[in-house]
């Protein structure tokens, strides 16, 4: 089960994996019942059908735990292990991950709702409002769901695992709150200001995955090392604040005070101003007024941003790599725990020997074989697994040693065997099929993909400054024609050469050949539509899309299938597949960032909704009329009013995420700074300062910590690799492998020690 520091346990509970009708012994005075021991006689799977069954049954899902990192400590007796299957099969986790995404899902729908499509105030239409009880009895199901959950895992864990677990406790109140919540809600027709429960909505994300709980105890335990640098951050621009305030006090002479009047006129302004020039969002706007009277002033900003941006900010990153990855280690160091847990303890379930025996267990193959044939897994994993039992079907037994070392397979890549080539006997087809084989026509093939986009790309510029009348869209398309059928020629005879298993067995092929059989469908369709090459007809207005259209989407398209270079230059195939790496594997760290800014967002709703308004008629107010509406407004250069960012606002669900993205990338976002400040009061800063440290100098800086940590781990296992390697191995990078050499193997005292405080799998050495 996903819960927190289940390994440490102290205390034992009541037996759930014993069989009917036995009579069970442990050892003199312990007073805990043993459930693989009768009488001090080994347990051996003779003893009947019902006790192989259990035993396999145990096996399995100890098993599956070891290889999803999950915790043992959860029951173990039939119908327990029956509910625990079902719980963690690939409907029941879809199930609930669908339903933690519809109730986050509901803050777009629900009041005030993002269902426009505009998020601007000066073009939006009035959105859809859901009637009451709508969104209400969406989350209701939702709520119904989870607590549901919450009773499966708590069943499945016990009562004393329950207790010890924070994270239940914790789902148990946040459910309890919102279902209090919902109610008031009702009760109030739907009408109340704050609607709390939206804001511990995703906790039900948190608490669904292990991974999430564990970036987010390292992020906990990262904070310290984080705030000292920010300390010392805030230090160095409060010394540089004072310092400007001094620097650029009011003279008598107005034509000195550019500096003062702009930046450092007060405090929260000077403070202001140098923290938006340590993103350098404001440079080199905000030393213009000071350099244009004295080239001298440019060493206060100069060394301002060195120490503060240059040193502090990147000294910053690198605590926050390496803090977080000596954290995230620990974390990963206790799944390796895990699954060597699982593994050790499904080998003395299957094993069953009695103290007196201890040096001499082991486990028959054709048990360890029906066991395998049962346990869910990917199906080269069952393969590699098997295929290493099998080595011992000579012996008939394996020990403890040996079967922990065959499910080292798990770490091991996949190597991708591709189909044999088709045999031909004419000597002439052989010959063919050797040179349409050779990898000189891959490289063929990307220099006429290159030629044909260097021929877009030469119309493109020469059309850029013509109209859609002027255009030739003959010409290109007779071009792309050509090579469209080079493209054909080339997938049909390397079809020819490695057969139709062996050409999709590769995955650049197959994304070739969907590209390439897409351009000559839509090459035919202008064949039909327009009787390509007449070109004296004018079918500027024919069908659907005109032939200018179509030409661009072709043109597109050809742009894109010039991609598949990329796994034929091997830096450029690593850099590829760390990406595609990022998406499968960082889902925590994004769920992470998700959360923050879900909360955020909703704290935005709060305390910015409407604060921000055009007035009316604003298109036809001049920069003068509009000064008169509202002292508030103000059409300077650079602020809110001015760049027109109106659809960036409070207003919504949706434009409150986008307004965070855009102050996360950290352009311009003194604008917001001082719009919101100005319309509401100078105390807004603190909520973007917050919204900044947390995403922009934080969170970023994780994600760059991982995405080095996991291109270098990519980089070194490929680096003796050839191209043809890298596309034969699947890397199957995540986590735990990609901190594997520095993970410290568990002793087998240190299991042994574990098995003994499983709360419900007491086993008798």
């Not at 760390?578 to 955020?600: E, P, Q, S």
């Not at 910590?705 to 191209?723: G, M, P, Q, T």
Request: charged letters at 20%; one cysteine or more.
């Amino acid at each position: 089960m996903e819960t927190n520091g289940l390994l440490a346990v102290n205390e034992a509970s009541e037996e759930y994996g014993s069989l009917p009708g036995r009579e069970q012994a442990g050892a003199p005075g312990s007073g805990r019942r043993r459930s693989h021991a009768y009488g001090g006689r080994p347990c051996g799977v003779e003893r009947g059908t019902d006790a192989e069954e259990l035993y396999i049954q145990q096996a399995v899902v100890l098993i599956e735990d070891a290889m999803q990192y999950r915790s043992i400590n959860h029951r173990v007796d039939a119908r327990s292990l029956h509910l625990y299957r079902w719980y963690y099969s690939s409907i029941c986790q879809w199930g609930l991950g669908l339903t933690i995404a519809v109730v986050l899902l509901l803050a777009f729908v629900e009041r005030p709702s993002s269902l426009s499509i505009s998020s601007d105030p000066r073009h939006r239409s009035a959105p859809w409002e859901p009637p009451c009880g709508f969104t209400e009895g969406i989350e209701m199901v939702c709520l119904v769901v989870f607590c549901l959950d919450l009773a499966v895992k708590g069943y499945l864990i016990g009562w004393e695992e329950f207790r010890k677990s924070k994270w239940l406790i914790a789902y148990t109140v946040v459910i309890s709150f919102s279902f209090i919540d919902w109610v008031l809600s009702v009760s109030m027709a739907c009408d109340e200001k704050l609607r709390v429960r939206r804001l511990i909505r995703p906790f039900f994300l948190l608490q669904n995955s292990s991974m999430m709980k564990k970036t987010l105890k390292c992020i906990k335990r990262t904070l310290p090392e984080i705030a000292s640098v920010i300390l010392l951050l805030a230090l160095h621009l409060c010394l540089f604040t004072m310092i400007g305030m001094l620097l650029f006090a009011k003279s008598e002479d107005p034509k000195m005070n550019g500096e003062w009047k702009l930046h450092f006129r007060d405090l929260p302004t000077s403070l202001t101003s140098l923290l938006v020039l340590l993103t350098t969002a404001n440079n080199p706007d905000v030393m213009i007024p000071a350099y244009s009277l004295n080239r001298a002033y440019s060493i206060f900003f100069v060394t301002f941003s060195v120490i503060g941006t240059y040193c502090l900010m990147n000294l910053l990153t690198a605590i926050i790599y390496n803090q977080f990855r000596g954290y995230l280690l620990m974390s990963v160091q206790t799944s390796i725990i895990r699954r060597r847990l699982g593994i050790r303890a499904a080998f003395q379930v299957l094993s069953c020997q009695g103290a007196q025996q201890a040096a001499e267990e082991h486990v028959a193959v054709e048990l360890v074989l029906k066991t395998m044939a049962r346990v869910q897994m990917k199906t080269y994993y069952r393969e590699a697994l098997t295929n290493e039992v099998h080595k011992y079907a000579d012996v008939g037994y394996m020990d403890r040693e040996q079967f922990r070392k065959i499910f080292d397979e798990l770490d091991k890549d996949c190597i991708k065997e591709h189909p044999p080539l088709p045999q031909y006997q004419s000597p002439v087809l052989q010959k063919f099929q050797v040179v349409f084989s050779h990898y000189f026509l891959t490289i063929l093939g990307n220099a006429v993909a290159l030629a044909n986009v260097m021929c877009i790309c030469t119309v493109l510029v020469l059309n850029a400054e013509k109209s859609t009348a002027e255009r030739d869209n003959y010409m290109i398309e007779i071009i792309n024609l050509c090579f469209i059928l080079y493209y054909l020629f080339e997938v049909c005879v390397k079809i020819f050469a490695f057969g139709w298993k062996g050409y999709l067995s590769y995955r650049n092929n197959i994304f070739d050949c969907f590209l390439t059989v897409l351009l000559l469908v839509l090459q035919i369709t202008i064949f039909v539509t327009y009787r390509l090459p007449f070109s004296q007809w004018d079918p500027s207005s024919h069908g659907m899309l005109s032939l200018w259209e179509m030409v661009r989407l072709i043109n597109m398209l050809i742009v894109f299938r010039f991609l598949r270079i990329i796994p034929d230059i091997k830096l450029m195939s690593l850099v590829a597949s760390t990406l595609l790496d990022l998406l499968k594997n960082l889902r925590a760290f994004a769920g992470i960032l998700m959360v923050v800014y879900y909360v955020f967002a909703v704290f935005g709703i709060w305390l910015f909704e409407g604060s921000i308004t055009p007035p009316s008629e604003m298109s036809v107010l001049s920069n003068t009329s509009m000064e008169n509406v509202t002292s508030n407004f103000s059409m300077q250069c650079g602020t809110y009013e001015q760049l027109e960012y109106w659809p960036n606002n409070f207003d919504d669900f949706a434009a409150a995420i986008m307004l965070l993205y855009n102050v996360m990338v950290v352009n311009n976002w003194q604008a917001f700074l001082e719009a919101y400040s100005r319309h509401t009061t100078d105390w807004s800063k603190i909520y973007f300062v917050c919204w900044w440290l947390t995403s922009s100098v934080m969170w970023v800086n994780l994600f760059v910590a991982v995405i080095l940590e996991n291109f270098i781990y990519k980089w070194d296992r490929s680096h003796s690799c050839s191209v043809t390697d890298v596309e034969r191995i699947r890397y199957e990078t995540s986590v735990q492998l990609m901190f594997r050499e520095q993970i410290q193997e568990p002793t087998e005292e240190e299991l042994l020690c574990q098995l003994n405080l499983h709360p419900h799998l007491h086993l008798h050495w």
